[in-house]
């Protein structure tokens, strides 16, 4: 039974910065595809950063340069880390993870956390 749980959220001022943590279990996240997505309401989900089981990443444009995505296979946990926030990165942030996964493509992704909250103003 996979879960996914994510952490780190809350409130934060414009060019401040957060991290997120992703805690897995019931998968071997060096064998998964481990992702962010983000959220908001009447909008679609959005891929955010995603990271391969062997370890190479993918960003999306609106956030390179500002946002880093790594995991730490012993614990099982995925970590994004954001600077230089703004109130456009406001939205509930998810966890996400499948064995093969596509490229920040949320159909691609068949496990998923609850969802965080980040607030930037």
């Known amino acids: 039974h996979v879960q996914l749980v994510e952490s780190g959220g809350g409130s934060v001022q414009a060019g401040g910065s957060t991290r997120l943590s992703c805690a897995a279990s019931?998968?071997?996240?060096?064998?998964?595809?481990m992702a962010w997505f983000r959220q908001v309401p009447g909008k679609e989900r959005e891929g955010v950063a995603q990271i391969d089981s062997d370890g190479s990443t993918s960003v999306a444009d609106s956030v390179k340069g500002r946002f880093i995505i790594s995991k730490d296979n012993a614990k099982t946990i995925v970590y994004l880390q954001m600077i230089s926030l703004e109130p456009e990165d406001t939205a509930v942030y998810y966890c996400?993870?499948?064995?093969?996964?596509?490229?920040?493509?949320?159909?691609?992704?068949?496990?998923w956390g609850q969802g965080t909250q980040v607030t930037v103003s």
């Open positions: 996400a993870a499948d064995r093969y996964g596509g490229t920040l493509v949320s159909g691609d992704f068949a496990f």
């Open positions: 019931g998968l071997t996240s060096s064998r998964y595809c």
